[in-house]
T-cell receptor, first 113, second 114 residues
Framework: GDSVTQMEGPVTLSEEAFLTINCTYT??????LFWYVQYPGEGLQLLLK?????DKGSNKGFEATYRKETTSFHLEKGSVQVSDSAVYFC????????????FGGGTRVLVKP | DAMVIQNPRYQVTQFGKPVTLSCSQT?????MYWYQQKSSQAPKLLFH???????NEADTPDNFQSRRPNTSFCFLDIRSPGLGDAAMYLC?????????????FGPGTRLTVL
């Protein structure tokens, strides 16, 4: 079945450091790919998405590019802030699957001042 | 602002005592989802409604039921909560299930089972 694999956390960084969170997927066909963020005590918020190969999603300084060749959707941010401390989930969905999200295990990021 | 609202934010129940969690939305979306998220894990889809059509995930225990009386509201009923049902329960909505639309999540209800 379809699956998403993320790097395990926690990832601890200093403010203004560069952040990368690796995400790879296994799926039959070409899914849409998402990054969701969950701040402490809150629900999930969509951070960015890409619906076809080579698309780049971007939002709030975060970027991720849909790489079909490597079945990856790595999340990057050039300069993190303390407010970026959260859990980040990579996810995929297929039209045929009724928009059902398949999530990775989540990566906790802690940014220290 | 259009949003997804969950009540209560924190719910404490006793082992075996039925409990109902509530979700409402002002987005007028056709689809409403319920997810269970245990500590440090990814959300797990329990079921979803597409309008009035109920779609249960194959591995969702019978102990979990849902009702959607109208477009705006959806309820999660746990008939006999066990200790293993303690989790965060997330409600989400989307416009249509057949398109790659964003799902909008509520803040969640954290359920404690004593």
């Amino acid at each position: 079945g379809d699956s998403v694999t993320q790097m395990e956390g926690p990832v601890t960084l200093s403010e203004e450091a560069f952040l990368t969170i690796n995400c790879t997927y296994t799926a039959t066909g070409y899914p849409s790919l998402f990054w969701y963020v969950q701040y402490p005590g809150e629900g999930l918020q969509l951070l960015l998405k890409a619906t076809k190969a080579d698309d780049k999603g971007s939002n709030k300084g975060f970027e991720a590019t849909y790489r079909k060749e490597t079945t990856s959707f790595h999340l990057e941010k050039g300069s993190v802030q303390v407010s970026d401390s959260a859990v980040y989930f990579c996810a995929l969905t297929f039209k045929a699957a009724g928009n059902k999200l398949t999530f990775g295990g989540g990566t906790r990021v802690l940014v220290k001042p | 602002d259009a949003m997804v609202i969950q009540n209560p934010r924190y719910q404490v129940t006793q082992f075996g005592k039925p409990v109902t969690l509530s979700c409402s939305q002002t987005l007028n979306h056709n689809v409403m989802y319920w997810y269970q998220q245990k500590s440090s894990q990814a959300p797990k889809l329990l079921f979803h409604y597409y309008d009035k059509d109920f779609n249960n995930e194959a591995d969702t225990p019978d102990n979990f039921q849902s009702r959607r009386p109208n477009t705006s509201f959806c309820f999660l009923d746990i008939r006999s909560p066990g200790l293993g049902d303690a989790a965060m329960y997330l409600c989400a909505t989307s416009r249509e299930p057949r398109e790659n639309n964003e799902q909008f999540f509520g803040p969640g209800t954290r359920l404690t089972v004593l």
